[in-house]
């Protein structure tokens, strides 16, 4: 009996999750709490209006909206739109330097360190999610009070974007271990997930089938973005239900 | 309580000693609440506080870690250590917030960290509005604005403040009494005066009702947009979301009337774009058609309000089909569990007629008070009695003031016609943390503490049960601020009047002898303690508060007024203007304009045509009040001739990031009020436009409108 636990729980350490994203399109919203979560999280610089008119603003994480029809039979699309960690992602295979690739663990991972700043990436990604960094960002004091020294800061001429707050899986991890136990559903919730206040967001392991992303999956309303495209993305939008 | 929220609570209760080993000079100064060496670097505390950005007050969580600041000792630049917040979350043992926020609950951590809070008090040494300033001890501070006070007739103290429940509230209103003025007054922003009426009138209850739409199958809300930010955007979110795929076995719907395509607009089944001002004839005309589905037990007052309408007429001052109000009426009465929200997210000069009638169609519906339905105010928790109210007369006695003290309101700004009052006024104090518009007018300001510097109560605007939100404190104040409750005493002490500070411990005692009476196992101090770790205090829904209809009176319809109208409103991200300092707000796309760091004038495409506008072109506005000049944003779910503008730029005194960017609607709609409440109105103002060169830009993150193949799932 204690052996054949010792035996699950080592089974259970070497399970290795696959983080996926679930977002309800019937029950966002629109309002845009997941945005400014993400860039307090994550220590997204502004640009400013003279950068953002020029189309340098960073948002890891937006909300497209289109207006379909005319007045007044008009309805709006929209839906949040983050780095969709794509499987087979466009953007990797073209960075001469490997500074972008797929982790054991689904997510596709930027290393600043190693990017050289060719954007080749940014320019291949079809949910134009990258954002290259023109210059170092600055706070005004006493703003920088304000970063996360979880995340670091990142520098001129490389690229950055949505790691589905990697740092929070890691911070998950080291909480679970620290406790003794396995990662459990929900342990994990990236910054735009934790703040959504429809709840419209579901974050965890795709492969476990009684986690709540799996389930949202299973749900019949599940797609995701550009899907002809074969990109095949970690993230799924479930469709409004009308 | 989770286990994840287990871990992140700790205790707020620390003492103000610095302890540390270290001992350098600076941290003597401003000492460490969190005594720094229990926030050992790369550790993590959650500390309850209360957001103070919207009188939802969501209890939030603010996440504190070791930081170092650069200051200033002795003219040479050391490293300081403090405990600084990182992020705010919303508390999961909040009822209203339930663990999340929304965009400017985020973005009020920039508000703390804003580079533009005043360092200290500051006195005028230039004309009024100049902006020119000097530093002045508070010593001095404190005697001059006491002097002020005390040559003062006491009748002729105004005190602007907004209308919380709140400890703070609770110490203006003893100050107020200690130097014998009048009590507070809001401007009549963002404290719901037509909603309060209108409950008043139908349920015979003040306060704000609550809207159970989690469990409605089918909700109409006319005029309240409540999920861009009426009443309570976080806590109406998250039953939102619950009431499209929260049930397993029923998808609820929405149904919304407003005069633009909000984001509850979006949000809906169906948009019933109501001519603004329309809305006590649309109300009214879909009360008449369910007088004729004979569907509930209606007080006799209700019924008489809707039996006499013109079906044909309302609708035409509608601006809806009267076919559509038929369909939408027999919808609601077949509804299994429908709800009237009633609102007005831009205020008319009708009001509080109109979401009287709204409200009322809950009656009809017989839905007050059921699963589903609409939940009358309960009793006041009678802890804080003594909030500020809107008093309509408070221009006219801006205008007799001898002093007027400012708090939390910023009228140069919402109300741009009171600046000649304020220019001519003998004395104004502002307790402002930022020179904004109205500080700007000041002889003195003696800037509070951050809130997120400084202990709270407050009582939610809503809440699904009685409850509080509550913090302690738990950094120290970045600068030479000092809490308004320190500032009030010590004016109150120059002055020789007797005032006694209540605190935040005292009002949650006082809590405490109102809930636990009867036979209660909690002791005093382990209820504080209780409170203040978990950020607040939650008792049992009060099941169904009694409601009759009070005096209703008689409604009257007025044509729809023909021509442009312009109207003014309060967007997701800025509110009433407040959140134009923060960076991470002014960098947020406008959801309907996508417009960053400015916003648009926003008309429909035949309007532009007309006009030969698009997308960038500058116009000029001109109404009997005033004129603006702004960018056009061509919406093409605007209704025709109406032109709308979001309230939030156009400071004239606001920081870096807002100072001197864009336009004021406010300007352009004018002093129009609701004709019972007077409240003032955002609209409909009627307008000239012509087009102009030149011009401010309009920087959009999107410019794309519609979807272009293949962008769909
Ligand atoms: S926070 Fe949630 S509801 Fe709001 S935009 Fe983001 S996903 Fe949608
Ligand atoms: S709804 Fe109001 S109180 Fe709640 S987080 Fe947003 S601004 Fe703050």
């Not at chain 1, 307090?40 to 909300?63: L, Y």
């Not at chain 2, 993590?44 to 170092?68: D, K």
């Not at chain 2, 008070?369 to 009358?376: A, C, N, S, T």
């Not at chain 2, 000092?482 to 500070?501: G, V």
Request: with cysteine; net charge negative.
């Amino acid at each position: 009996m204690a052996e054949q636990t010792a035996e699950q729980t080592e089974q259970g350490a070497e399970r290795t999750p696959q983080w996926a994203m679930a977002i309800d399109l019937d029950r966002c919203t629109g309002c845009e709490a997941c945005v400014v979560a993400c860039a307090s999280e994550n220590n997204v610089p502004t640009a400013g209006e003279d950068q953002a008119a020029m189309g340098r603003t960073k948002h890891w994480i937006r909300i497209d909206r289109y207006y379909e029809g005319e007045f007044p039979d008009i309805k709006v699309k929209y839906r949040p739109v983050m780095c969709q960690q794509c499987d087979e992602a466009p953007c990797e295979p073209v960075c001469p330097v490997n500074a972008t690739y797929q982790n054991a663990e689904g997510l596709n991972v930027q290393i600043y360190n190693r990017c050289i700043g060719t954007r080749y990436c940014a320019n291949n990604c079809p949910y134009t999610v990258r954002f290259f960094n023109w210059f170092a960002p600055e706070w005004a004091e006493p703003l920088n009070l304000q970063l996360n020294p979880d995340v670091s800061i990142r520098p001129s001429g490389v690229v950055e974007k949505c790691t589905f707050c990697a740092h929070k899986i890691k911070r998950a991890k080291l909480d679970a271990d620290a406790q003794g136990r396995e990662l459990a559903d929900g342990d994990v919730q990236p910054a735009c997930v934790q703040s959504c206040p429809a709840e419209a967001m579901v974050f965890g392991d795709m492969t476990d089938p009684d986690s709540k992303v799996a389930r949202q999956l299973g749900s019949g309303r599940s797609g995701q973005l550009l899907e002809s495209l074969g990109t095949k993305p970690r993230v799924f939008y479930l469709e409004k239900a009308d | 309580m989770d286990r994840r929220n287990f871990v992140k609570l700790v205790g707020t209760a620390s003492g103000g000693a610095v302890t540390g080993a270290c001992g350098r000079q600076a941290e003597e100064i401003i000492p460490l609440l969190v005594p720094e060496e229990s926030v050992p670097v790369g550790v993590e505390q959650w500390h309850p506080s209360v957001c103070g950005e919207c009188s939802a007050a969501c209890g939030t969580l603010a996440r504190v870690m070791a930081s170092e600041r650069e200051i200033e000792v002795d003219g040479e630049l050391v490293r300081q250590k403090i405990a600084a917040v990182k992020k705010l979350e919303g508390n999961p043992l909040d009822p209203v917030s339930g663990g999340r926020l929304c965009a400017r609950g985020h973005a009020s951590l920039q508000s703390l960290y804003n580079p533009d809070r005043l360092r200290g008090p500051l006195k005028r040494v230039g004309p009024r509005a100049s902006g020119q300033f000097e530093a002045i001890s508070w010593d001095d501070a404190i005697t001059e604005a006491a002097g002020a006070l005390a040559a003062a007739d006491p009748g002729r103290i105004l005190f602007l403040a907004r209308a919380r429940e709140s400890v703070r509230s609770e110490n203006i209103a003893r100050f107020l009494e200690a130097v014998g003025a009048p009590p507070a007054t809001s401007i009549g922003v963002g404290d719901f005066a037509a909603e309060r009426a209108s409950s008043e009138r139908v349920f015979g209850r003040s306060g704000l009702p609550l809207y159970e739409i989690q469990d409605s199958s089918l909700v109409l809300s006319i005029g309240a947009d409540f999920l861009g930010g009426w009443a309570s955007p976080v806590l109406y979110s998250r039953r939102y979301g619950h009431m499209r795929q929260g049930r397993r076995e029923l998808r609820g719907r929405l149904i919304h009337a407003e005069s633009r395509f909000s984001l509850t607009a979006w949000n809906a089944d169906r948009w019933l774009p109501v001519w603004p001002g329309g809305e006590l004839a649309l109300a009214s005309a879909i009360g008449h058609v369910l007088l004729g589905e004979q569907i509930a037990d209606t007080p006799a007052s209700v019924v008489s309000i809707f039996a006499d309408v013109d079906l044909e007429k309302a609708a035409g001052a509608a601006g809806v089909p009267a076919e559509t109000i038929r369909q939408t009426a027999s919808e609601l009465a077949q509804a299994s569990a429908p709800v009237v929200v009633a609102g007005a997210s831009m205020v008319r000069r009708n009001s509080a007629d109109a979401v009287a009638a709204a409200l009322a169609l809950n009656w009809l519906l017989g839905c007050v008070g059921k699963p589903g339905g609409v939940i009358p105010p309960a009793d006041p928790l009678g802890v804080l009695a003594r909030q500020p109210r809107f008093s309509q007369d408070w221009s006219e006695r801006l205008e007799q003031a001898a002093v007027v003290l400012v708090d939390g309101v910023n009228p140069a700004y919402n109300a741009p016609a009171s600046q000649g009052a304020l220019a001519a006024a003998q004395t104004v104090i502002s307790f402002s943390s930022f020179l904004d518009d109205t500080s700007a007018f000041a002889d003195l300001i003696l800037p509070d503490h951050d809130p997120l510097e400084q202990a709270a109560l407050e009582v939610p605007a809503v809440s699904p049960s009685p409850s509080i939100a509550a913090a302690g404190e738990f950094v120290a104040p970045l600068y030479d601020s000092r809490p308004i409750a320190t500032a009030l005493s010590e004016l109150a002490e120059a002055a020789e009047r007797p005032f006694e500070e209540l605190t935040v411990g005292q009002a949650v005692s006082t809590l405490h002898s109102a809930v636990e009476s009867a036979g209660s196992e909690t002791s005093a101090s382990d209820f504080e303690a209780t409170t203040l770790r978990d950020g607040g205090w939650q008792g049992q829904p009060s099941g169904k508060p009694p409601a009759t209809p009070g005096t209703l009176g008689t409604f009257e319809i007025a044509a729809k007024q023909e021509g442009v109208m312009f109207q003014a409103y309060e967007s997701p991200q800025f509110g009433s203007g407040s959140g134009a300092n923060r960076p991470w707000l002014q960098e947020l796309p406008d959801p309907t304009s996508s417009a960053l760091w400015g916003l648009p004038v926003e008309m429909d495409p035949a309007t532009a045509e007309r006009l030969g506008l698009v997308n960038g072109d500058n116009v000029r506005i001109r109404s009997e009040y005033g004129a603006l000049e702004a960018p056009v944003y061509v919406n093409p779910a605007a209704i025709p001739g109406v032109v709308s503008m979001a309230v939030g730029q156009g400071h004239a005194s606001y920081g870096r990031y807002a100072s001197g960017r864009g336009a004021n609607p406010m300007v352009v709609v004018g002093n129009a009020r609701d004709e019972k409440t007077g409240c003032p109105a955002m609209g409909p103002t009627p307008i000239r436009l012509e087009k102009i060169a030149g011009g401010a830009r309009l920087v959009q993150f999107s410019r794309q409108d519609r979807d272009l193949p293949p962008h769909r799932v």
